[in-house]
């Protein structure tokens, strides 16, 4: 079967770093997507990860390795409007995007 | 430039009752994903829209249905509604064929459901 890691929760202080790690196992791979959701709200884009490496926009950064079957998003500065749901997915062999049950992240002052 | 407009916004339902959902896309998107999200959970794939077919199809019954028209616009119906149905209901849409080669779904605010 399919399958999207991710933990469940995660804290960190205003001003701290973050990685919310991501492991998967799909049938085949064609990218692999970092969306934040905040509650009640729509989930938003925030990156795509098809080739192994970094990817950085800002404060925000996402780590692929396909071998692993691995990501992870950093999110650096942290604000207090980053608290949120994160949720990782893979686009599988059919072009189907597999969604993680996201990372709920709380930020303390 | 108007996103992904969902309505209705929330709404209430008993067991056996049908619902219809609908979803206008962004402006200049010819696709439209449904998405269903359990309180806690990340989206399940329901179906994608494109040129008024369906595409592709996630593990749900034949009671989940839909439409696309040709304005792009789309309808998710659910017949025989069960409590498990209470959830929200995402659209997102996106562009079938890309120049970035990334098919970024810009997303619906979602019409919760609650079947009681």
């Known amino acids: 079967g399919q399958n999207i890691d991710q933990p469940t929760e995660m804290t960190a202080t205003e001003g701290a770093i973050v990685q919310i790690n991501c492991t998967y196992q799909?049938?085949?791979?064609?990218?692999l997507f970092w969306y934040q959701q905040h509650a009640g709200e729509a989930p938003t884009f925030l990156s795509y990860?098809?080739l192994d490496g970094l990817e950085e926009k800002g404060r925000f950064s996402s780590f692929l390795s396909r071998s692993k079957g691995y990501s992870y998003l950093l999110l650096k500065e942290l604000q207090m409007k980053d608290s949120a749901s994160y949720l990782c997915?893979?686009?599988?062999?059919?072009?189907?995007?597999?969604w993680g049950a996201g990372t709920k992240l709380i930020i303390k002052p | 430039d108007a996103g992904v407009t969902q309505s209705p916004t929330h709404l209430i339902k008993t067991r056996g009752q049908q619902v219809t959902l609908r979803c206008s896309p962004k402006?200049?998107?010819?696709?439209v994903s449904w998405y269903q999200q359990a309180l806690g959970q990340g989206p399940q794939f329901i179906f994608q829209?494109?040129?008024?077919?369906?595409?592709q199809r996630g593990n749900f019954p034949d009671r989940f249905s839909g439409h696309q028209f040709p304005n792009y616009s789309s309808e998710l119906n659910v017949n025989a509604l069960l409590l498990g149905d209470s959830a929200l209901y995402l659209c997102?849409?996106?562009?079938?064929?890309?120049?970035?080669?990334?098919?970024?779904?810009?997303f619906g605010a979602g019409s919760r459901l609650t079947v009681l």
């Open positions: 997915a893979v686009m599988d062999s059919n072009y189907q995007l597999i």
């Open positions: 799909t049938s085949g791979f064609n990218g």
């Open positions: 990860n098809v």
């Open positions: 402006s200049g998107h010819d696709t």
């Open positions: 997102a849409s996106s562009l079938a064929h890309s120049s970035s080669g990334a098919n970024v779904l810009t």
């Open positions: 829209y494109y040129e008024e077919e369906e595409r």
